[in-house]
C-alpha cells in the first residue's frame, strides 16, 4: 500500500517568514495529492490539493509544487501568519482509488 | 454546499457499552464515506471505506466485528462502536465523497465531517 512521509514534524516561523513542508510517498501510482490544516480539536480543512498532470499550482500565499519523479510534494507558505499555525497534514490518493493516505503532520507555529 | 456533519460532537461511555457515531451528508449525494481514527498529535487512519448498500472495506488491522459501519443511505453512514474499551478512545472522523457531476467538480474530494470524540471510561 501506499506509504507518506513528512517532515518536519514541527517548524516554527517568524511571522512573515517562509514556511516549506515536505511530503514524499511510495507509491507511483498516486496521482492526488491534497493538503489539509488542522486546528486542536476540529477536522481537517483542504487547503491546497494538486493533481499528477500539473507541476505547481498556487492559490495567494499557499502553493504546492509535485515532483512526480522523485515522488515528493511540497507545501510552501509566504508571509505567514499568527492564524497559519496549525497541524498540516499532506495525503497521496492512487489512480482509480479513493482512499486516501496521510502523512504523519507537521506542527507550524509563527511566532509573531 | 458540501457540508457534513457528525453526531454526536463528543461522547462519554463506560467500558463494555456501545456508542454510534453518525455521518451525513446535508447538501449532496455521498457515494463513499470514510471513517478514521485520529489519536493525539497523531495523523488520521483510514478505519474502512463504505459504500452505499454494500458492505464496508475494512484497512487491515481492524477489527470488523468491533466497528461496524452501515451505510444505508446516500446520506448517512453510521459507525458503532462495539464493547468499548478505554483503548478505543480517540477522535473519530468522517469523510464523504460525492461525484464531480454532484459537486460540479472535476475530480472527487473528500470532505470531512467535524469529528467525534470518544472517550472510554
Known amino acids: 500500500g501506499e506509504n507518506v512521509e513528512q517532515h518536519p514534524s514541527t517548524l516554527s516561523v517568524q511571522e512573515g517568514d517562509s514556511a516549506v513542508i515536505k511530503c514524499t510517498y511510495s507509491?507511483?501510482?498516486?496521482?492526488?495529492f491534497p493538503w489539509y490544516k488542522q486546528e486542536l480539536g476540529k477536522r481537517p480543512q483542504l487547503i491546497i490539493d494538486?493533481?499528477?498532470?500539473?507541476g505547481e499550482k498556487k492559490d495567494q500565499r499557499i502553493a504546492v509544487t509535485l515532483n512526480k519523479t522523485a515522488k515528493h510534494f511540497s507545501l510552501h507558505i509566504t508571509e505567514t501568519q499568527p492564524e497559519d499555525s496549525a497541524v498540516y497534514f499532506c495525503?497521496?490518493?492512487?489512480?482509480?482509488?479513493?482512499?486516501?493516505?496521510f502523512g504523519t503532520g507537521t506542527r507550524l507555529t509563527i511566532i509573531p | 454546499g458540501a457540508v457534513v456533519s457528525q453526531h454526536p460532537s463528543w461522547v462519554i461511555c463506560k467500558s463494555g457499552t456501545s456508542v454510534k457515531i453518525e455521518c451525513r451528508s446535508l447538501?449532496?449525494?455521498?457515494?463513499?464515506m470514510f471513517w478514521y481514527r485520529q489519536f493525539p498529535k497523531q495523523s488520521l487512519m483510514l478505519m474502512a471505506t463504505?459504500?452505499?448498500?454494500?458492505?464496508?472495506?475494512?484497512e487491515q488491522g481492524v477489527e470488523k466485528d468491533k466497528f461496524l459501519i452501515n451505510h444505508a443511505s446516500l446520506t448517512l453512514s453510521t459507525l458503532t462502536v462495539t464493547s468499548a474499551h478505554p483503548e478505543d478512545s480517540s477522535f473519530y472522523i468522517c469523510?464523504?465523497?460525492?461525484?464531480?457531476?454532484?459537486?460540479?467538480?472535476?475530480?472527487?474530494?473528500?470532505?470531512f465531517g467535524p469529528g467525534t470524540r470518544l472517550t472510554v471510561l
Open positions: 469523510s464523504a465523497r460525492g461525484t464531480g457531476d454532484t459537486l460540479r467538480r472535476g475530480y472527487n474530494e473528500q470532505f
Open positions: 507509491d507511483s501510482a498516486s496521482n492526488y
Open positions: 494538486i493533481r499528477s498532470n500539473v
Open positions: 495525503a497521496a490518493s492512487p489512480l482509480g482509488n479513493e482512499k486516501l493516505t
Open positions: 447538501d449532496f449525494q455521498a457515494t463513499t
Open positions: 463504505s459504500n452505499e448498500g454494500s458492505k464496508a472495506t475494512y
